[in-house]
């Protein structure tokens, strides 16, 4: 019974972290007139092996970069998978996601505007 509980429990704590997730972050939709959003896809291999700390060294780069391209691109957050980083941008347009990419040494081996964002709630309920 005690098992029980903790599992419910847990999935209603993360079911609330994942809403709480979504409504904080922006909907490409409800950007401001020339802003998009864009995901980054960056082939890396054996970037889902790279420590903590070499992590939060690319990490620190890419901010670094951001902060001198001034403040029209905001990185949201990124995906990190075996070979691939997925990363969420907001810029004007794909030229400076492509300016980031090459001042930070970073590959952009592939740029997509995000158009909308769907998820669980889309389905209504």
């Known amino acids: ?22 409504e904080s972050q922006p909907k490409p939709e409800a950007l401001p007139s020339g802003q998009h ?20 060294g690319a990490s620190q780069k890419s901010c670094s970069v951001l902060r001198n391209l001034g403040p029209q691109i905001t990185w949201l957050h990124s995906y990190v998978t075996g ?18 990419a090459k001042e930070g040494g970073f590959p952009a081996n592939k740029i997509s505007e995000v158009k909308t964002i769907i998820d669980p709630s ?3 309920s």
């Open 1 to 22: 019974m005690k098992s029980l509980k903790a599992l419910v429990v847990s999935v209603v704590a993360l079911t609330l972290a994942s809403l709480a997730f979504a």
């Open 37 to 56: 959003m864009y995901v980054i896809e960056r082939e890396m291999p054996g970037v889902g092996k790279l420590s903590a700390e070499e992590l939060k």
């Open 122 to 124: 889309t389905a209504g």
């Open 83 to 100: 070979d691939k980083l997925y990363c969420v941008y907001l810029a004007p347009n794909e030229e400076i996601v492509r300016a980031h």
